[in-house]
């Protein structure tokens, strides 16, 4: 299972971290991806990391202000998001990849999470 949390309400320019915490099974060697959407929108891929932290992808729309990282001994992974614009409110999901391989289709994340609701007012 995979748990997303650290939505919220925020304003344009400031900053919110998102947390996906894996658990319920082995996890090892995965791909930790982010994606949102917002309504009436199709869904985005915001940014993915591997195993180690040494490949990395982000979406052209967040390159440059939103970091993906993880803690592995914590199953968690992170997405910082600084700069935050209105554009960026949707629904934030976390997902994995298990063939460890960073791709932005969302057709190759096995696990989702629930998703977590950021809101970003101007």
């Known amino acids: 299972q995979l748990q997303a949390s650290g939505g919220g309400l925020v304003q344009a320019g400031g900053s919110l971290t998102l947390s996906c915490k894996a658990s319920g099974r082995k996890w090892n060697r995965y791909v930790i991806g982010w994606f949102r959407r917002a309504p009436g929108k199709a869904r985005e891929f915001v940014a993915a990391?591997?195993?180690?932290?040494?490949?990395?992808a982000y979406g052209d729309s967040v390159k440059g202000r939103f970091t993906i990282s993880r803690d592995n001994a914590q199953n968690t992974g992170y997405l910082q998001m600084n700069a935050l614009k209105p554009e960026d409110t949707a629904v934030y999901y976390c997902?994995?990849?298990?063939?460890?391989?960073?791709?932005?289709?969302?057709?190759?994340?096995?696990?989702w999470g629930q998703g977590t609701q950021v809101t970003v007012s101007s």
């Open positions: 997902a994995v990849d298990t063939t460890n391989a960073v791709r932005k289709e969302s057709r190759y994340y096995d696990y």
């Open positions: 990391t591997s195993w180690t932290g040494d490949s990395k």
